[in-house]
């Protein structure tokens, strides 16, 4: 269909028609577009019927509301970015709080571990000194009852009393004095004469002996380990040592 074909009164539109022309969107010029193809696909040998309505053109009414939805639009973006936001925050500060929460468990735990691993090094520590006591408790020297080991227990007690005196000093006045029994009684000299007669290993005296005797020992001039101990005691006192006796003394 050629443009000459249609009614000059469609194609000689006024000026309010033009500006509705003007303003139209591309769907509103597709659908007039379209209105202009023929009705069916059968070839007319005539021209094309022309309604006599009036062509009804989309108007510039349209773009308020167009804007109106664009700034609906960017209105729910902006509330759901602001959602997001809120959403993260909230995770963030939840995350946060899981974290210190975390945090404050290991701490305890690891405090906890620090005083059970205390008292347990505690625990051990005295234990280790029990032990070491009973050791030494069990390392306690059992000495023979015999010369020898009279000899020994009395310098064990000299030396823990402080009392001067060597094994062979000792030895040599006990075997001046008893040659080694301490059942040994001098009935003779002036001290048995005086009622107060030498007795023992070392042939000490009952004053003497009262007066240095070593506690821990027991209180008799017959006993081997008290008779060499006063005697020594008394030596060191006398002599500056029973070493240095050679003698009766």
Same mark, same amino acid.
């Given at each position: 269909?050629?443009?000459?074909?249609?009614?000059?009164?469609?194609?000689?539109?006024?000026?309010?028609?033009?500006?509705?022309?003007?303003?139209?969107?591309?769907?509103?010029?597709?659908?007039?577009?379209?209105?202009?193809?023929?009705?069916?696909?059968?070839?007319?040998?005539?021209?094309?019927?022309?309604?006599?309505?009036?062509?009804?053109?989309?108007?510039?009414?349209?773009?308020?509301?167009?804007?109106?939805?664009?700034?609906?639009?960017?209105?729910?973006?902006?509330?759901?970015?602001?959602?997001?936001? &809120?959403?993260?925050? =909230? /995770? @963030? $500060? +939840? #995350?946060? *709080? !899981?974290?210190?929460?975390?945090? &404050?468990?290991?701490? =305890? /735990? @690891? $405090? +906890? #571990?620090? *005083? !059970?691993?205390?008292?347990?090094?505690?625990?051990?520590? =005295? /234990?280790?000194?029990?032990?070491? *006591?009973?050791?030494?408790?069990?390392?306690?020297?059992?000495?023979?009852?015999?010369?020898?080991?009279?000899?020994?227990?009395?310098?064990?007690?000299?030396?823990?009393?402080?009392?001067?005196?060597?094994?062979?000093?000792?030895?040599?006045?006990?075997?001046?004095?008893?040659?080694?029994?301490?059942?040994?009684?001098?009935?003779?000299?002036?001290?048995?004469?005086?009622?107060?007669?030498?007795?023992?290993?070392?042939?000490?005296?009952?004053?003497?002996?009262?007066?240095?005797?070593?506690?821990?020992?027991?209180?008799?001039?017959?006993?081997?380990?008290?008779?060499?101990?006063?005697?020594?005691?008394?030596?060191?006192?006398?002599?500056?040592?029973?070493?240095?006796?050679?003698?009766?003394?």
């Amino acid at each position: 269909m050629s443009v000459s074909s249609v009614p000059d009164r469609l194609r000689r539109l006024n000026k309010t028609q033009k500006l509705s022309v003007a303003g139209i969107s591309a769907v509103a010029a597709a659908a007039l577009s379209l209105s202009l193809v023929p009705g069916n696909a059968e070839a007319e040998t005539g021209p094309q019927a022309i309604s006599s309505e009036p062509v009804v053109f989309a108007s510039a009414a349209g773009a308020p509301q167009a804007k109106t939805i664009q700034a609906s639009v960017i209105e729910q973006h902006s509330t759901a970015e602001q959602l997001i936001k &809120a959403s993260d925050a =909230a /995770k @963030a $500060k +939840k #995350a946060a *709080a !899981v974290k210190e929460k975390a945090e &404050a468990v290991s701490k =305890a /735990k @690891a $405090k +906890k #571990a620090e *005083a !059970v691993s205390k008292a347990k090094a505690k625990k051990a520590a =005295a /234990k280790r000194d029990t032990q070491a *006591a009973s050791r030494s408790e069990s390392r306690t020297p059992v000495f023979s009852n015999n010369l020898d080991g009279w000899i020994k227990e009395s310098l064990s007690i000299m030396k823990a009393k402080g009392i001067p005196g060597t094994y062979d000093g000792l030895h040599r006045n006990i075997m001046r004095e008893s040659s080694g029994n301490p059942n040994a009684l001098n009935d003779w000299d002036v001290n048995a004469v005086n009622g107060v007669p030498s007795i023992g290993l070392l042939q000490i005296i009952k004053p003497t002996f009262d007066a240095y005797h070593v506690g821990g020992t027991p209180h008799t001039q017959y006993d081997p380990v008290a008779n060499i101990t006063a005697s020594a005691n008394y030596a060191a006192d006398k002599y500056g040592s029973i070493d240095n006796v050679n003698s009766a003394y």
